[in-house]
């Protein structure tokens, strides 16, 4: 009888470490991989593609393009599988390739996301200019990836998703903007996007579409998470509430905010964004 | 599926520990351990009170349950470009732990392994401000919210009293948020804490 806490403490430890694992991470049957070059970058990728094994091969799913693949793409697709399983849409992570995720790959994959995921530079305060490649990815995303894509797959060309976190989330918005007067994604995710980039870049490019008041039809979902900190915080406020009083013709926005940290806030914020995007 | 029955039998083993407690040691605790806490992300300064209770002792192993206090406080402050923020950020966590401890090298030096459920409290206050848009903001939160994690220390026993010891705390509430057990090292907030402590244990 006085072993039997003993159980219970192995039992504790063992339900603990159970619990806490993740899923396996190895590619499961419905995702494909491709791996692509880029002319426009210099660098290689890979291009992790999840299908509901459900879906019928003839159907145009629309297509869910998601930056930081190697932070995200995992548990976007579980969410899909488990959480998600009746939303019909097609995902495709963009990954470095000579960068898989590791430790000892953190340093790279953070230089590079940081050129591919920004324009224009950020002037920082040591006096480093930092970033500066989105110009060079947008190409590569919308002409490398997406004829990738098209020649492998049957998708919805009217109901292309571009969703990214943090400095993702930043380039998600900017290419809203920027490339305004010929769309390529009609729906735009941004999780905790890094607003302060670059003299906090998109509130003036916010500021200037009100001056032109061109139409932005896009669908837009911003979130961000509660423990994120004052500045990030501050600025989705902003942004949210310059939106609601001047509202940019045509795009339909929704702002959300959801109790976590800053990695948190992509696990809960991809899932209401896509049930936001997918009703 | 898997996740909720494992937290229902985490939360039925640790009331059973304590429930097993009761008159199996004399005392209600029977060490009291504090220290200085690094963590990482907002609340960077912390410290720790912990009480334990060994509810099973044997010549070089022991099996104990805790409760601990740790209030973390970090500052945001700071001036770039053309914008500002200033506030601060404090969590206070309040875990339950369980756990199992070992004495090697004639007891001098001992190691101890343990689970925790706990829940903190989040409070961010603070003033942004931006130049180019003349942007002023005030944000605020407060906020409850569970976590779950382990904790590993190393400690050396100067006395039959004090001992001195490492430990290190991780949340692992963000496994599944992209990074797997990386997490703990790039969270910056409350949900996803990693904390260095350093400081005693006094054995009662």
Same mark, same amino acid.
Request: proline residues 4%; glycine residues 8%; hydrophobic residues 40%.
């Given at each position: 009888?006085?072993?039997?806490?003993?159980?219970?403490?192995?039992?504790?430890?063992?339900?603990?470490?159970?619990?806490?694992?993740?899923?396996?991470?190895?590619?499961?049957?419905?995702?494909?991989?491709?791996?692509?070059?880029?002319?426009?970058?210099?660098?290689?990728?890979?291009?992790?593609?999840?299908?509901?094994?459900?879906? $019928?091969?003839?159907?145009?799913?629309?297509?869910?393009?998601?930056?930081?693949?190697?932070?995200?793409?995992?548990?976007?697709?579980?969410?899909?599988?488990?959480?998600?399983?009746?939303?019909?849409?097609?995902?495709?992570?963009?990954?470095?390739?000579?960068?898989?995720?590791?430790?000892?790959?953190?340093?790279?994959?953070?230089?590079?996301?940081?050129?591919?995921?920004?324009?224009?530079?950020?002037?920082?305060?040591?006096?480093?200019?930092?970033?500066?490649?989105?110009?060079?990815?947008?190409?590569?995303?919308?002409?490398?990836?997406?004829?990738?894509?098209?020649?492998?797959?049957?998708?919805?060309?009217?109901?292309?998703?571009?969703?990214?976190?943090?400095?993702?989330?930043?380039?998600?918005?900017?290419?809203?903007?920027?490339?305004?007067?010929?769309?390529?994604?009609?729906?735009?995710?941004?999780?905790?996007?890094?607003?302060?980039?670059?003299?906090?870049?998109?509130?003036?490019?916010?500021?200037?579409?009100?001056?032109? =008041?061109? =139409?932005?039809?896009?669908?837009?979902?911003?979130?961000?998470?509660?423990?994120?900190?004052?500045?990030?915080?501050?600025?989705?406020?902003?942004?949210?509430?310059?939106?609601?009083?001047?509202?940019?013709?045509?795009?339909?926005?929704?702002?959300?905010?959801?109790?976590?940290?800053?990695?948190?806030?992509?696990?809960?914020?991809?899932?209401?964004?896509?049930?936001?995007?997918?009703? | 599926?898997?996740?909720?029955?494992?937290?229902?039998?985490?939360?039925?083993?640790?009331?059973?520990?304590?429930?097993?407690?009761?008159?199996?040691?004399?005392?209600?605790?029977?060490?009291?351990?504090?220290?200085?806490?690094?963590?990482? #992300?907002?609340? =960077?300064?912390?410290?720790?009170?912990?009480?334990?209770?060994?509810?099973? %002792?044997?010549?070089?192993?022991?099996?104990?349950?805790?409760?601990?206090?740790?209030?973390?406080?970090?500052?945001?402050?700071?001036?770039?470009?053309?914008?500002? $923020?200033?506030?601060?950020?404090?969590?206070?966590?309040?875990?339950?732990?369980?756990?199992?401890?070992?004495?090697?090298?004639?007891?001098?030096?001992?190691?101890?392994?343990?689970?925790?459920?706990?829940?903190?409290?989040?409070?961010?206050?603070?003033?942004?401000?931006?130049? $180019?848009?003349?942007?002023?903001?005030?944000? $605020?939160?407060?906020?409850?919210?569970?976590?779950?994690?382990?904790?590993?220390?190393?400690?050396?026993?100067?006395?039959?009293?004090?001992?001195?010891?490492?430990?290190?705390?991780?949340?692992?509430?963000?496994? #599944?948020?992209?990074?797997?057990?990386?997490?703990?090292?790039? %969270?910056?907030?409350?949900?996803?804490?990693?904390?260095?402590?350093?400081?005693?244990?006094?054995?009662?």
């Amino acid at each position: 009888m006085q072993r039997l806490p003993i159980y219970f403490s192995i039992s504790f430890l063992l339900t603990l470490f159970i619990s806490s694992c993740s899923s396996d991470p190895s590619l499961s049957p419905s995702v494909q991989t491709f791996d692509i070059s880029s002319q426009f970058t210099g660098e290689s990728y890979q291009l992790q593609v999840f299908r509901p094994a459900e879906s $019928s091969e003839d159907a145009e799913l629309p297509v869910v393009y998601l930056l930081d693949g190697y932070y995200h793409f995992e548990d976007v697709k579980n969410m899909l599988e488990r959480d998600l399983n009746d939303l019909e849409v097609m995902l495709v992570g963009i990954f470095y390739k000579d960068f898989p995720f590791s430790l000892s790959n953190l340093g790279p994959i953070e230089e590079l996301r940081e050129i591919d995921l920004t324009y224009p530079i950020h002037n920082s305060s040591s006096g480093a200019e930092l970033g500066g490649g989105g110009l060079k990815f947008y190409d590569f995303l919308t002409k490398e990836v997406d004829s990738l894509i098209e020649e492998n797959y049957k998708i919805d060309a009217a109901q292309r998703t571009l969703m990214g976190h943090s400095l993702g989330g930043y380039f998600t918005l900017w290419q809203m903007f920027n490339f305004v007067d010929s769309p390529f994604y009609h729906n735009v995710v941004s999780l905790s996007p890094a607003l302060w980039w670059s003299d906090v870049n998109i509130l003036k490019m916010h500021q200037s579409a009100l001056q032109e =008041n061109k =139409n932005h039809p896009f669908k837009l979902y911003v979130g961000i998470g509660t423990q994120e900190g004052i500045e990030a915080n501050a600025l989705v406020d902003e942004f949210a509430e310059r939106q609601a009083n001047s509202p940019v013709p045509a795009l339909v926005s929704t702002f959300d905010r959801y109790e976590g940290g800053h990695l948190f806030s992509a696990k809960t914020g991809f899932q209401k964004a896509l049930k936001n995007l997918f009703p | 599926m898997k996740r909720p029955l494992s937290l229902i039998l985490l939360i039925a083993c640790t009331c059973y520990q304590f429930l097993q407690a009761q008159g199996s040691t004399p005392g209600a605790i029977q060490s009291i351990e504090a220290g200085y806490e690094a963590g990482s #992300g907002g609340g =960077n300064i912390g410290l720790l009170i912990k009480a334990n209770k060994n509810w099973l %002792a044997l010549e070089r192993l022991s099996f104990h349950s805790s409760v601990a206090v740790s209030p973390f406080y970090g500052s945001e402050n700071f001036t770039s470009n053309r914008s500002s $923020s200033n506030g601060y950020s404090l969590d206070t966590h309040l875990r339950f732990y369980t756990g199992l401890g070992n004495n090697i090298r004639a007891r001098r030096i001992y190691w101890k392994v343990e689970a925790y459920l706990a829940y903190f409290h989040a409070m961010t206050r603070g003033t942004y401000t931006q130049e $180019s848009l003349s942007i002023s903001r005030e944000y $605020s939160t407060s906020e409850w919210a569970p976590d779950y994690g382990s904790r590993i220390s190393l400690g050396y026993q100067l006395n039959s009293h004090w001992g001195l010891q490492l430990a290190l705390t991780n949340s692992w509430k963000q496994i #599944g948020a992209g990074l797997g057990p990386l997490a703990g090292l790039f %969270a910056a907030e409350p949900d996803g804490k990693m904390s260095l402590g350093i400081g005693f244990c006094y054995s009662l």
